[in-house]
């Protein structure tokens, strides 16, 4: 199992459980199987998000989200492009939350 409790999901150097995750697929992976709830919890920076999707794969890993039962594929340009928008759609979300937080702290000053 790999946690990153409070732990922003724009960071990934400095996420633990996500750097043990990506070094334990050298040489082999142990796991045959990753799952996740969906796949912001793997981080919601859609370029990294997508690298670290393929590095994954490639490894022989099989990506599932418990969210849909779905298993996220890159075998066609569908996949990748669903992959990309979901990325974003993460990326966005992760954006305005932090809008929202900066907003009510500058408020509080006024």
């Known amino acids: 199992m790999f946690i990153d409790d409070g732990v922003s999901g724009a960071e990934f150097a400095r996420r ?12 082999r992976a142990p796991f045959d199987v990753l799952i996740m709830y969906d796949e912001s919890r793997l981080g919601r920076e859609q370029i990294e998000v997508g690298y670290a999707l393929q590095q994954i794969v490639t490894a022989g890993v099989q990506v599932w989200f418990s969210k849909d039962a779905q298993q996220r594929l890159l075998h066609t ?6 992959l990309s928008l979901e990325s974003f759609a ?3 979300q992760r954006v305005a939350a932090a809008e929202r937080v900066a907003m009510r702290c500058f ?4």
């Open 90 to 92: 993460s990326e966005v």
């Open 77 to 82: 340009p569908t996949d990748k492009i669903m």
């Open 107 to 110: 408020a509080r000053l006024d």
């Open 16 to 27: 633990p459980g996500f750097v043990q995750l990506m070094a334990s697929l050298k040489p």
